[in-house]
C-alpha cells in the first residue's frame, strides 16, 4: 500500500517534552500538508511543504511548533515543550501538486500530553 | 479569503431515509469544493470533488453534491441511507489557483443512522 504513511498513531508526553511526528507521503507526491484537529472540532491546516522548503506556515504556531521535509525522508513535524492543549489528532496529506485540488490523508497521530 | 460552514454539527436519519449534509461556501475566487468523509480514529477519505466541470458531481459510495453558485452552496446527499454511512462528514474548500491544495475545512458533521 503506498498510501501516506504516519507514526507514531499514538504518542503519550508528560508537559515539557518534546514529540515528533513523522509522515511519509504517497509515492510520487512531493507536496505536504500538516493540519491539527482538535476535539469536536475540524481540521485547522498547519503548514504546506515541498522539498527542503516551507512554503506557507501561516497555521504554525509561533513559538514550539516546527516543521521540516528533507531531501530525504519523511516530513517532521516537531512540539517542543508540549503543554495539554497541543493533545490534538495531526493528520499529514500529500499530493502530487499541479493543482489537482486534492489531498490525501494519513490515518493521523494521536497526541496525549499529560 | 475562503471559509466553509457546515449547518449542523449532528444529523440523524433513519436507514432507507434521504441523507442531506448542508454545506455553505465563502471564497473571493472560483472554489475548488470537496467532501470528506473520516470514520473513527481514521483518517479522512475523499467522498468527491467539484472542480469547475459538471455541477452536479457523484462521488463513493451512492454520494452526489450540486455546486449552486447562485446559493454558494455544496450540499451532499444520498438517497438512501446505511447504518454504515455513520461517521463524520467534512466539507472544505481550496482556491482554483496556482499549484497548491491548502484545503479550508468546515466543522464538521456527525451523521448517525437509526434503525
Known amino acids: 500500500n503506498a498510501g501516506v504513511m504516519q507514526n507514531p498513531r499514538h504518542l503519550v508526553r508528560r508537559r515539557g517534552q518534546e514529540a515528533r511526528l513523522r509522515c511519509s507521503p504517497m509515492k510520487g507526491h512531493s507536496h505536504v500538508y500538516w493540519y491539527r484537529q482538535l476535539p469536536e472540532e475540524g481540521l485547522k491546516f498547519m503548514v504546506y511543504l515541498q522539498k527542503e522548503n516551507i512554503i506557507d506556515e501561516s497555521g504554525m504556531p509561533k513559538e514550539r511548533f516546527s516543521a521540516e521535509f528533507p531531501k530525504e525522508g519523511p516530513s517532521i513535524l516537531r512540539i517542543q515543550q508540549v503543554v495539554r492543549g497541543d493533545s490534538a489528532a495531526y493528520f499529514c496529506?500529500?499530493?502530487?501538486?499541479?493543482?489537482?485540488?486534492?489531498?490525501?490523508f494519513g490515518e493521523g497521530s494521536r497526541l496525549t500530553v499529560l | 479569503a475562503q471559509s466553509v460552514t457546515q449547518l449542523g454539527s449532528h444529523v440523524s436519519v433513519s436507514e432507507g431515509a434521504l441523507v442531506l449534509l448542508r454545506c455553505n461556501y465563502s471564497s473571493s475566487v472560483p472554489p475548488y469544493l470537496f467532501w470528506y468523509v473520516q470514520y473513527p480514529n481514521q483518517g479522512l477519505q475523499l467522498l468527491l470533488k467539484?472542480?469547475?466541470?459538471?455541477?452536479l458531481v457523484k462521488g463513493i459510495n451512492g454520494f452526489e453534491a450540486e455546486f449552486k453558485k447562485s446559493e454558494t452552496s455544496f450540499h451532499l446527499t444520498k438517497p438512501s441511507a446505511h447504518m454504515s454511512d455513520a461517521a463524520e462528514y467534512f466539507c472544505a474548500v481550496s482556491p482554483l489557483t496556482g499549484t497548491a491544495s491548502k484545503l479550508t475545512f468546515g466543522t464538521g458533521t456527525r451523521l448517525q443512522v437509526t434503525l
Open positions: 496529506a500529500s499530493s502530487p501538486g499541479g493543482g489537482t485540488g486534492e489531498l490525501f
Open positions: 467539484y472542480t469547475s466541470a459538471a455541477t
